[in-house]
């Protein structure tokens, strides 16, 4: 993939740095695969740093968590149901993201 850097923002106390991802290559040939990749295509991350280039927040959470979602919902849709085992790594993907949220909210 490419991932483009660019700062966005600056102040004498932080900087404002957007991450984009694109041109996603694989050479493995799947169709849920290329579904996800096209989701995540050009995906922005959005994140605040302090003055020194540690990490402060991420200022795009909700979209990614849109984009997560979606992808999330893809998995489901896509896996078969006689796969227990890939139905149940799901869950437990979806359970993890859930829990994350959470603490981020809190």
Known sequence: FTLNI????STANSYTIEWQYSD???NVKHPLL???????????IIFKTDEMGGFKEI???EELTRDYQKTLDILKKE??????ELVELTK???TNFIIFMVGRIN
């Not at 660019?6 to 923002?9: A, L, Q």
């Not at 896996?79 to 227990?84: G, R, V």
Request: hydrophobic share 30%; glycine share 0%.
């Open 92 to 94: 437990k993907i979806e």
């Open 6 to 9: 660019k700062i966005t923002d």
């Open 79 to 84: 896996i078969s149901k006689s796969d227990n």
């Open 59 to 61: 200022l795009n959470l």
């Open 34 to 44: 290329s579904k996800i990749i096209s989701v995540n295509e050009n995906r922005k």
């Open 24 to 26: 996603f290559k694989t």
